[in-house]
């Protein structure tokens, strides 16, 4: 009877074809809820007396551990009382001819094994439950102390590393940091957050799961498994890809491969974070390091910026509407080695236009461009991605 209902289970229910170990142990729970039911029903055993087989409640833990559904637990257990039931009716009708027995004899098996199958289920979905919480709450602390060790260069097994974090380490990442304005009581917030950094990964086309890895109630650190992609497809991330909602952020490295693109990747994703926490408000929801890199690298200080930002750019430095759009065509005519064709299709503008603007640029900084073009551009991207966090407040006209 047992190996017949332990045969019909494996192949009814995917979910529990695990490996050998747990099949043993799947084995066994079965073997014992069956002779559990059969010494109930045989001596009249009490049902507050008896409780779920030791062997059901490792199996149920180890389902726990592996992340597979308690719904499939629950879905075995319905599948082997049926069976069961139907042994002890082909055994009843071996056993006697008398029509009444017979029925009296089932209702009684069929309730039996009706009230067992109830109170081990709820003693199995309680192991079940408190494993689930206990693993994945050991698992991330696991994940969390591997990831550091990762970063800090530490001499790793990298098949080990790979098993715990479900990730592979032998390919591209790409370092995300992403964060909420607005922190939300129960996870909310880190939901939101990582629904967005798988959002991602969807988008770019990437395959297997991102690392994520909350740092508080707000925040986290992930990487994106780029595989033997080395470059984002266009337009995989803009503000809206990742359908995040209003006040979330992402700053992003560039791929790197192996340990060390793991770590540099990384790096670079908190120096972009950098450059969009001095941004303050004014940050764009994309962040990527490749286009404030020289900002990254000299982010220590918003002041000393903002006060060089001032200095290079003059007048032009000014935060309002008008110098923000000449600081825009001034970056595309850089941009494009100084042509007003160019910028002029670029910007979808007439030549004329460009040109007029360019002079008024030059006007606000009190000098040609082409002195100390350098500087000029990295004022110039400053002014782009920390906005009003390095520009000069000017009243109403």
């Known amino acids: 009877m047992s190996a017949d209902i332990?045969?019909?289970?494996?192949?009814?229910?995917?979910?529990?074809?695990?490996?050998?170990?747990?099949?043993?142990?799947?084995?066994?729970?079965?073997?014992?809820?069956?002779?559990?039911?059969?010494?109930?029903?045989?001596?009249?055993?009490?049902?507050?007396?008896?409780?779920?087989?030791?062997?059901?409640?490792?199996?149920?833990?180890?389902?726990?551990?592996?992340?597979?559904?308690?719904?499939?637990?629950?879905?075995?257990?319905?599948?082997?009382?049926?069976?069961?039931?139907?042994?002890?009716?082909?055994?009843?009708?071996?056993?006697?001819?008398?029509?009444?027995?017979?029925?009296?004899?089932?209702?009684?098996?069929?309730?039996?094994?009706?009230?067992?199958?109830?109170?081990?289920?709820?003693?199995?979905?309680?192991?079940?439950?408190?494993?689930?919480?206990?693993?994945?709450?050991?698992?991330?602390?696991a994940r969390a102390a591997r990831v550091q060790a990762l970063l800090r260069g530490e001499r790793v097994d990298v098949v080990s590393s790979e098993a715990i974090l479900g990730y592979r380490l032998r390919q591209h990442h790409v370092g995300v940091v992403c964060w909420t304005e607005k922190a939300t009581s129960g996870g909310g917030a880190l939901a939101g957050l990582e629904h967005a950094t798988a959002e991602i990964a969807r988008q770019a086309g990437l395959e297997g799961r991102p690392i994520f890895l909350p740092q508080d109630e707000s925040s986290a650190w992930a990487w994106l498994p780029f595989g033997a992609k080395d470059a984002f497809p266009a337009g995989a991330v803009s503000p809206c890809a990742a359908g995040a909602g209003p006040g979330i952020r992402f700053a992003l490295g560039v791929p790197g491969s192996g340990l060390s693109g793991f770590r540099r990747t990384h790096e670079q994703a908190l120096g972009a974070h950098a450059v969009a926490l001095a941004a303050g408000e004014s940050a764009q929801p994309v962040t990527s390091f490749a286009d404030v890199a020289p900002l990254a690298l000299m982010s220590g200080s918003t002041e000393l910026i903002r006060a060089w930002v001032f200095e290079t750019l003059g007048a032009l430095a000014d935060d309002d509407g008008h110098h923000a759009m000449l600081r825009d065509t001034l970056r595309v005519f850089l941009r494009e080695n100084g042509s007003f064709v160019a910028t002029a299709e670029r910007l979808t503008l007439h030549k004329n236009t460009v040109r007029y603007r360019i002079g008024k640029a030059e006007e606000s900084l009190g000098r040609p461009v082409g002195g100390d073009r350098l500087h000029i551009e990295l004022a110039l991207l400053a002014a782009q991605w920390l906005s009003s966090a390095v520009l000069r407040q000017v009243g109403p006209a």
């Open 6 to 141: 332990y045969g019909l289970i494996v192949r009814e229910i995917p979910h529990l074809r695990g490996d050998k170990r747990v099949l043993t142990l799947l084995e066994a729970s079965v073997g014992e809820n069956v002779a559990t039911v059969l010494h109930i029903i045989q001596h009249g055993i009490e049902l507050e007396n008896v409780h779920a087989p030791a062997a059901a409640e490792e199996y149920a833990r180890r389902l726990a551990q592996r992340g597979v559904p308690a719904s499939a637990l629950l879905r075995a257990y319905r599948i082997g009382s049926a069976r069961f039931q139907d042994w002890c009716l082909e055994e009843l009708g071996r056993s006697s001819d008398n029509a009444p027995i017979i029925s009296a004899a089932a209702l009684r098996i069929a309730d039996i094994t009706s009230a067992y199958i109830d109170k081990v289920s709820e003693e199995l979905l309680s192991a079940y439950e408190a494993e689930k919480e206990g693993w994945l709450r050991n698992l991330g602390v």
